[in-house]
């Protein structure tokens, strides 16, 4: 069974040449994982969260920026909702046919 076993020899290896291979193989595999997680995941970590302050941070300015438009709006409705500001049954148009 020991024969069909797949994967690196055990961690004991009695030859200082292959301690040495096994050595250099743990320094790249870490060096290689460490790149990775430098040069590839951190800038995509950053791009996600700058592009989701940056989404916050216009979806704020645009509320900010429909407040004046809210507020003339209001205005201007309130001004129309009042009784003297509505056309009174003398003002409006006559049918034709009458």
Same mark, same amino acid.
């Given at each position: 069974?020991? /024969?069909?076993? *797949? #994967? !690196?020899?055990?961690?004991?290896?009695?030859?200082? =040449?292959? @301690? +040495?291979?096994?050595? !250099?193989?743990?320094?790249?595999?870490? =060096?290689?994982?460490?790149?990775?997680?430098?040069?590839?995941?951190?800038? !995509?970590?950053? *791009?996600? =969260?700058?592009?989701?302050?940056? #989404?916050?941070?216009?979806?704020?300015?645009?509320?900010?920026?429909?407040?004046?438009?809210?507020?003339?709006?209001?205005?201007? +409705?309130?001004?129309?909702?009042?009784?003297?500001?509505?056309?009174?049954?003398?003002? @409006?148009? /006559?049918?034709? #046919? @009458?």
């Amino acid at each position: 069974m020991e /024969q069909l076993r *797949i #994967g !690196l020899p055990p961690r004991d290896a009695s030859n200082p =040449v292959s @301690r +040495l291979l096994f050595g !250099l193989a743990a320094v790249v595999v870490g =060096v290689s994982v460490l790149a990775v997680i430098l040069f590839v995941i951190l800038p !995509l970590v950053g *791009i996600i =969260v700058s592009a989701a302050v940056g #989404g916050v941070i216009l979806a704020l300015a645009g509320v900010v920026m429909m407040i004046p438009f809210l507020l003339v709006a209001a205005t201007i +409705l309130i001004f129309f909702s009042r009784s003297s500001a509505r056309r009174h049954a003398a003002v @409006r148009a /006559q049918s034709i #046919g @009458r």
